[in-house]
């Protein structure tokens, strides 16, 4: 369960990148953390997405990507879904410098980045879409 929760659900557009960071960051903003703690999810918030709109709607398709984030006590979930093609082989994916993009010049580094920024990052793949699932605590938030 959780005390709050947020969803929004926009066009697999890279311009909706940037709208995605902060809306996450705007509402994670209530647990009042860190710059750098708002950072870090913004920063893997910011991968998720993109690898949505790139890898889950490649070849010109477009699809919505959607984003559920919850809060519990002083730790925050971010689930990023798409309903495109799906990942192929997630444990060469999650591979520092693996893109199944190269003709779009990736680098191959964005599980990386999220699994940098986050607590644990939990990936669920199918031919219909794929879900990643991201945690993180707050340490600068009090705990009654």
Known sequence: MYDNMMKVEFLSKSQNESFARVAVAAFASQLDPTIEEITDVKTAVSEAVTNAIIHGYKDNKSGVVEIRAELNKNEITVIIIDHGCGIENIEQAREPLYTSRP??????????????????????????????????????????
Not at 108 to 124: A, C, L, P, Q, Y
């Open 103 to 144: 003709d779009l010049e990736r680098s191959g580094m964005g599980f990386t980045v999220m699994e940098t920024f986050m607590d644990s990052v939990e990936i669920e793949s199918n031919d219909s879409g794929t879900k990643i699932r991201m945690k993180k605590k707050f340490e600068s938030v009090d705990i009654d």
